[in-house]
């Protein structure tokens, strides 16, 4: 084993109590139950299954989505610190059975990626915890310049609302940014919650990258939709922006998702200025917002352009099974809360079946759920056994921890799945994205409080040197 790798996971004998319980509490908040506001940390996920009385309106469900306790008996067992690397690994594919993983930079609770033109990187940070001098962890945009990570974060990037799994999220740039240096955040935007405290709307900003900071940056596209989770965006051939707005994925804020009055548990279109296009599906339909695009969502964590068809592939996590790769199509319904191959969190199912008429049907399910987070086509020229494969991130396998992931899901001519590879279980970590960078190597962060970015390249033909 190499070096590095013995380092990682000796680790798990010497972390110390007190920040096993802090890793721990940052890293149960990852599946994607929670609610968003600060409150919602507390009693959003329940308040049950060992964790104090069931809310109210928690006792009898309308239906199994809405049931909002997580479980008897959670498991709290925090992740093992990453070590230095590089670390060699194994692949299934004989051509491409010898990897090396390098540890790019450290940051906190990495969200998303995005490369520049030149081969600097964005990355965002999610936010929530503290740091080791105990101060809160904001959500912000930092980059990667020649390989190092800045030490501080990009100026001009948006105040951030941070509480459970609301803060900053994806960072993508406009098809043309050598022309017009646009770049795109999805965040949770600070509002007045109602009674007296704060919440987060999902909100779509763009600003202007002067090679230095953000300039110009307005907020184009607010949903009015709080109490959500993760948001991701990508733009389509057709020009247009797509971005999903998670709902919360447990209680009675479930019926949210298919509620057309609401942009929680949607994706929507818009074009690069925000505006909504006028050939939207639910466009001057009563009671529709004119931005829904599909309906029926849970808790979408990718935007991918699969590069044959030109549809999106969007991964949506379920609740304890029932992760799912949905196609999008205009108009389409997706069924959720009222259908799904998962159950609850406290055993029984979503529904006896996982159609209805009217609904359409995932491409590609789990169960158990992995969790399942950002995901890429892996078109490159350097791993050509791996194209026609879509890798997807996945944060803990079957409720359980330390059982973070890659995956590798290959597919025929056809688009039809063929085969599943895990890969990166030996790191014990949460995977939260995974990206094809411009030289063709996969770019994957970790979804930890003391989190990372990972390149994963091919090993050099003589082992490198065990003293990492």
């Known amino acids: 084993m190499h070096q590095g790798l013995k380092q990682t996971m000796a680790a798990l004998a010497v972390v110390a109590m007190g920040a096993a319980a802090a890793v721990g509490l940052d890293a149960q908040q990852g599946q994607g139950q929670g609610a968003g506001t600060a409150a919602g940390q507390a009693t959003g996920r329940g308040q049950g299954g060992g964790r104090g009385a069931a809310r109210p309106e928690c006792l009898n469900p309308k239906i199994p989505a809405a049931e909002c306790n997580i479980g008897a008996s959670p498991i709290n067992w925090p992740d093992p610190p990453l070590g230095d690397g590089p670390f060699l690994i194994e692949s299934a594919l004989p051509q491409h059975r010898n990897l090396r993983v390098v540890v790019v930079a450290r940051l906190r609770q990495p969200w998303s990626i995005a490369f520049l033109p030149g081969g600097d990187i964005f990355v965002t940070e999610r936010g929530g915890g503290v740091d080791e001098n105990k101060r809160p962890n904001p959500g ?70 002067n090679g230095t900071a953000l300039t110009d940056v307005q907020d184009i596209f607010r949903s009015g939709a709080t109490r959500t989770e993760s948001s991701r965006i990508g733009f389509g051939r057709d020009g247009m922006l797509y971005m999903s707005i998670s709902a919360s994925g447990t209680g009675p804020d479930v019926f949210r998702s298919a509620d057309p009055n609401d942009y929680a548990g949607k994706t929507v279109r818009l074009r690069d200025d925000g505006t909504i296009p006028p050939d939207n599906p639910f466009v001057n339909k009563p009671g529709y917002k004119p931005g829904i695009y599909t309906l029926g969502h849970r808790n979408g964590h990718s935007m991918s352009l699969n590069p044959e068809t030109g549809e999106f592939w969007m991964t949506e996590q379920g609740p304890n099974g029932g992760d799912e790769i949905n196609i999008l199509k205009a108009g389409a319904d997706y069924g959720w809360p009222y259908v799904s191959d998962g159950r609850n969190y406290m055993g029984p199912k979503i529904s006896a079946s996982p159609y209805k008429p009217g609904t359409e049907l995932p491409h590609v399910t789990w169960v158990p759920s992995i969790a399942v987070t950002g995901g890429t086509f892996y078109t490159g020229d350097v791993f050509t056994g791996w194209k026609r494969s879509y890798f997807v991130g996945g944060l803990r396998e079957g409720e359980t921890p330390r059982t973070g992931q890659l995956q590798r899901i290959e597919f025929n001519e056809k688009w039809e799945e063929v085969r599943r590879e895990p890969m990166l279980r030996e790191f014990h970590q949460r995977i939260r994205d995974v990206r094809q960078g411009p030289d063709g190597l996969l770019y994957v962060v970790t979804g930890e409080a003391q989190g990372a970015l990972l390149r994963i390249e091919p090993a050099p033909s003589a082992p490198a040197s065990a003293s990492k």
Do not use: C
Not at 155 to 171: I, N, R, S, T
């Open 140 to 209: 912000q945009l930092r980059i990667i310049r020649k390989g190092m990570l800045d030490p501080n974060p990009v100026a001009g990037a948006p105040q951030v609302h941070v509480a459970g799994l609301q803060g900053m999220m994806d960072v993508v740039l406009h098809p043309r940014f050598a022309e017009n240096r646009y770049v795109y955040l999805a965040y949770h935007k600070p509002v007045p919650d109602g009674s007296g405290g704060m919440a987060g709307e999902t909100t779509l900003a763009r600003g202007v990258w």
